[in-house]
C-alpha cells in the first residue's frame, strides 16, 4: 500500500485527495490542514459577508465528516506541517503533537495569504483582508454589529448613501481587483459609504480599459468613491483605523479592506529545495510535478504554464487550483494526467454588472513573446435590437496582427447578459491559437431573445481583422 | 466597371450587397426582390405576433432608402427573377415591366419556403405559415382580433389558461420545432389555448433527448398541451378550419399555425443548370460557387459543408445566411473570401427556458461518418450552490469514443441562466475537433454568480471522458 500525503485541505488538495483514492482505493490517503476549515468556496465570502449567503458552512461543498467516512480519506484538520524531508520522504506535523509521516507521492497545496502592502497601520483595529474564512466571519461581525449598534439602513435598500446623513461608515477599500469591487458591492449593500482606493489609474487592471471604464462608471452609478492613483500611504488612528492617508489628503473611515492580492505559500517548499519558478511561486511541469520527484505542487501556491504566451505565470484561482489538484489525483492512482495550462482567465461581479477576461490583453507582454499586438473594442448589444431587455456588451480582443491569431479578450455587460458566458468562446480560441477569421466563421448559436444574429464576440472578431 | 446582381434581399443577399459595395465602390451591385420588405429579422416574428414588438418595421434592420441612397446598392423591390441565362450571363426580372440586366457575378439568394406538409385542408381559413413579414402580419391581426372580439384575456398573464372558461381559442400548432415553440410561448403569452402537434416522439428533435424533455416539461407547466407521436391527417372544417384531425380524433380549434420546416427556393437555379446537392438544397464550394463559375449561392437556398461530418447540410438560419452573402460579397469584391462551415447549432427560447445546440447528437449520422458515437447528460447548477437564484443547467455531450473528439452539445437551463451562451464554447470544439480531455482542462472563467468552479460544461466533458 502506498501513501499520498497532502499539504493543505483547500481546493487543490481536496480535490487531488478525492480523486486519487477514488481512482485507487488502496491508496493510503492523508491530508495536513493547517486551519479549521477543509473545502471551502473562498470566491463566496464576499457573498457572505453581504449577507446574501447565511452561513458560513453554506461555502463548504464537502464536510471533513464526509472526506473520512464516505471517501477514506485520513484527514487532519489543525495541523501545521512544519518540514518535508525529500531525502527520507517525510513530512513533519504539529496538531496537538508532532507526528511524522512517510508518503510515496506529496502534494504541496499550501494555498496563498493576502499581501501585506508597505502601508503604514495595517495592525490597526478595523483593518481587515478577506482570503480566509475566519476573515470572512470576522467583516460578517463588523457589518452586523455596525448594522445593530451604528445608524442604520437595510441592506439592499439602493445604492450607498454617500450623499446621505443616514450612512453606516464610512469605509474604505484598499485595491481595485475582484476583492475589492466584490466587496465595493458587499458593504455598498449593507449600507456603508465606500471609499475604494486604486494605486494604479483603473480598476480591474488586468482586463481591457474599456471593461474597467465600463466597470468603473458603474462604481460611480452606485456611489461608490473611487479614488485613482491614489497610493495609501497609511491607515492613520489610534488603536482602531480612523482614516485613509494619501498625498491627496485623509479620508475619514470607521474600516479599511485591503484587497491588494495575495502571494503564495512557498516557506515549506522553499525550505525542503523545491525550486520556485520566475513568478516566485513553486514551480511544476504539466503533471505538476516540481523539481522533485514525487513531490508535486497544484492551487494558489504554485505557477502554471500560460496557454498563449508559453511562459509560467501566477494566476491563483480557484478552477485551476481544482483542476490541477484532480490531475495530481489521477497521476497519483496511477493514470499520468497533465493539469492543463491558465489562460489568465478571470470573471467579476460588480453590482448589476457582470465582466470576464482570457488571455493577453497587455501590449508589452504580447511583444515579449513575439506578438505584434492589435487591439479593437466594440459595443454591441445582447439580444436583437428589436427584442425587449438586454443592454450594451463591451467587447474587446487583442490579436496578432500578422497571423489574426487572438491573444486575449475582455467582455463587460449587465450582469445577466452573457459576458461571462461568452467569454468561453474566447478561452477556447485563445487555447487553441484560433485566427480572427476562422473565429469569426464560427457557427455560434443565435435566436433574438439571446443575441444579434452575429453574436458580439463575431462582431468583434470581423471589426478586428478588418484592422490588420 | 463590372457589375454584381444578387437575386433575393433578404439577410444573405444584403449582406453580399453591401460588403461588396464597401470593399469596391466602382461595383455596380443590382439587387431584385421579389417581395415588400428586405433585410428582415424574420426571427423576431414570433415576438412581433405575441406583441413584444410594436411594429413590423422594428425587425427591418436596414431600410430600402438606406441600401440606396447611404449604401448606392440599386435595390428593386417587387422585382421577380423568372430567369437565369449562365450563357449569356443575364437575369430577367419582372417588375411593372420585364428587365434583363447582364451580371458579371451573380448570386443566388433566394431562400426558403414554409413547407406544406402533406395534411388536407392546409387551404382553410385560419390556417397559417410564419415564413414571411406578411404571415407575421396576418398572425398579429389574428391574435389582436381574437382579443378584441373573443373572450378577452390579457397578455403576458400567466400560464395559458386551458382550464379556464374564458380561454381566447383554442388554437393549434402543427410541429414541435422552433417556430412551433415560440409560437406556442407567443400564443400561450396572449391567453390563447394551445394544443401543439408533433409528429415524433419528442419536440426539438435535433436537440438531445433531455433537452427535449426539459422544454416538453416545461411547456406543459405552462399549460401547453403537447401531443407527441400525434400525425396530423387533417384540418377539419367549413371555410374555416374548426378541428384538428389525428389518428387519436379531433381536437377543436379556431386557428392553426403549421410550423413544420421549409424547403429551399431552388427552381430558379434548377432551371438555369445549376446543380442541386444531396440535401436538396443549391450546392457550392467553400467560397459558395456553384456549379457554375461567378454563379454564388448563400443563405436558407443552399447548402453547406458540416463541420464534423464533411458532409453537405441543409441547415437554413440567419448567422450562415449573413455569413455566406459577406463571404460573397468580399470575394467579388476581389478578396477571395470562404464562408465558414456550419455546426447546426440552433438557439431557442420557451417561455421561461432556454436551450442550445450544436454539431452532430444523432449516433447513426455520426456512425455514417466513421464515429463510434457516445453520449451522457449532466445536471449542474447555473450559478455556485450557496449563490442566490440561478437554476438546473442540463448539458448533454456527444464525443467519438476513441479520440474522445467532441461531435455536438446539447444545453437547457432557465431563460438567462446561460444554455445558450455556453453553448459556444461547444462550437468552438465541435468545429476545431477538440478532445474531451482538452475540453475539460479550458480555463474558463468562474465566479459564483456565473457557473460553479468547474462550469457545467467542463463537468460534462470530464464525465463523458471518464465513460470512454
Same mark, same amino acid.
Given at each position: @500500500? ?11 488538495? @481536496? ?6 483514492? +477514488? ?26 459577508? %453581504? &449577507? ?6 453554506? $461555502? ?35 496538531? /496537538?503533537? /508532532? ?12 494555498? #496563498? ?14 483593518? *481587515? ?7 470572512? %466571519?470576522?467583516?460578517? =461581525? ?35 481587483? *475582484?476583492?475589492?469591487?466584490? @466587496? ?11 471609499? $475604494? ?18 466597470? !468603473?462608471?458603474?462604481? &460611480? ?11 495609501? =500611504? #497609511? ?50 511541469? #504539466? ?29 491563483? !484561482? ?30 467579476? %461581479?460588480?453590482?448589476?454588472? /457582470?465582466?470576464? +477576461? ?9 511583444? +515579449? ?17 428589436? *427584442? ?8 474587446? $480582443? ?18 445577466? /447578459? ?9 478561452? &477556447? #480560441? ?8 476562422? $473565429?469569426?466563421? *464560427?457557427? !455560434? ?16 472578431? %470581423? ?6
Amino acid at each position: @500500500m502506498s501513501t499520498f500525503v497532502i499539504i493543505g485541505g483547500d481546493a487543490a488538495g @481536496m480535490s487531488a485527495a478525492s480523486k486519487a483514492k +477514488r481512482d485507487d482505493p488502496d491508496l493510503d490517503v492523508i491530508v495536513f490542514e493547517a486551519g479549521e476549515w477543509v473545502s471551502y468556496g473562498a470566491c463566496g465570502l464576499p457573498y457572505y459577508v %453581504k &449577507g446574501e449567503i447565511q452561513s458560513l458552512e453554506d $461555502l463548504v461543498s464537502i464536510t471533513p465528516e464526509e472526506f473520512r467516512e464516505q471517501r477514506d480519506i485520513d484527514l487532519r484538520m489543525s495541523h501545521e506541517v512544519v518540514a518535508i524531508d525529500p531525502n527520507d520522504r517525510t513530512v513533519t506535523a504539529r496538531g /496537538e503533537s /508532532e507526528v511524522v509521516v512517510e508518503y510515496d507521492h506529496l502534494l504541496v497545496s499550501t494555498g #496563498a495569504a493576502a499581501v501585506e502592502p508597505p502601508i503604514d497601520g495595517l495592525d490597526r483595529d478595523g483593518v *481587515y483582508t478577506l482570503s480566509s474564512m475566519s476573515d470572512g %466571519k470576522d467583516l460578517r =461581525e463588523y457589518v452586523g454589529r455596525a448594522r445593530t449598534e451604528g445608524t442604520l439602513n437595510q441592506p439592499d435598500s439602493g445604492p450607498a448613501c454617500r450623499f446621505l446623513d443616514d450612512c453606516n461608515g464610512p469605509v474604505g477599500i484598499v485595491g481595485g481587483g *475582484y476583492i475589492g469591487i466584490e @466587496m465595493a458591492e458587499a458593504l455598498a449593500g449593507n449600507g456603508f459609504e465606500v471609499h $475604494l482606493f486604486q494605486r494604479g489609474e483603473r480598476i480591474l487592471k488586468s482586463f481591457s480599459e474599456a471593461t474597467s471604464d465600463a466597470i !468603473l462608471d458603474h462604481l &460611480g452609478e452606485q456611489d461608490v468613491a473611487v479614488n485613482l492613483n491614489a497610493e495609501v =500611504e #497609511a491607515l492613520a488612528g489610534g488603536d482602531g483605523v480612523e482614516a485613509v492617508v494619501t498625498v491627496d489628503g485623509r479620508t475619514p473611515v470607521e474600516m479599511v479592506l485591503v484587497g491588494t492580492g495575495v502571494s503564495p505559500r512557498t516557506d515549506l517548499a522553499e525550505d525542503a529545495g523545491i525550486e520556485l519558478g520566475a513568478t516566485g511561486a513553486i514551480a511544476a511541469d #504539466a503533471y505538476r510535478e516540481t523539481s522533485h520527484p514525487d513531490i508535486y505542487a497544484a492551487g494558489d501556491c504554485a505557477e502554471a504554464e500560460h496557454v498563449v504566451t508559453g511562459e509560467p505565470a501566477y494566476v491563483p !484561482l480557484a478552477l485551476t487550483a481544482n483542476r490541477h489538484g484532480r490531475a495530481v489525483g489521477r497521476t497519483v492512482a496511477g493514470t499520468p494526467t497533465e493539469g492543463g495550462g491558465i489562460a489568465g482567465t478571470a470573471a467579476v %461581479k460588480a453590482f448589476d454588472r /457582470e465582466a470576464a +477576461r482570457t488571455g493577453v490583453l497587455d501590449h508589452q507582454r504580447a511583444r +515579449r513573446v513575439g506578438f505584434d499586438p492589435i487591439t479593437e473594442t466594440i459595443d454591441a448589444k445582447s439580444r436583437a435590437g428589436y *427584442y425587449p431587455g438586454g443592454s450594451t456588451v463591451g467587447v474587446t $480582443l487583442t490579436a496578432d496582427r500578422d497571423s489574426g491569431r487572438v491573444l486575449g479578450g475582455s467582455l463587460v455587460a449587465e450582469y445577466g /447578459e452573457g459576458a461571462v458566458h461568452r467569454s468561453h468562446a474566447l478561452v &477556447g #480560441a485563445v487555447t487553441e491559437g484560433i485566427g480572427l477569421g476562422e $473565429l469569426s466563421n *464560427y457557427d !455560434l448559436a443565435y435566436a433574438p431573445p439571446f443575441n444579434t444574429t452575429w453574436d458580439p464576440v463575431l462582431t468583434a472578431a %470581423k471589426v478586428l481583422d478588418g484592422n490588420r
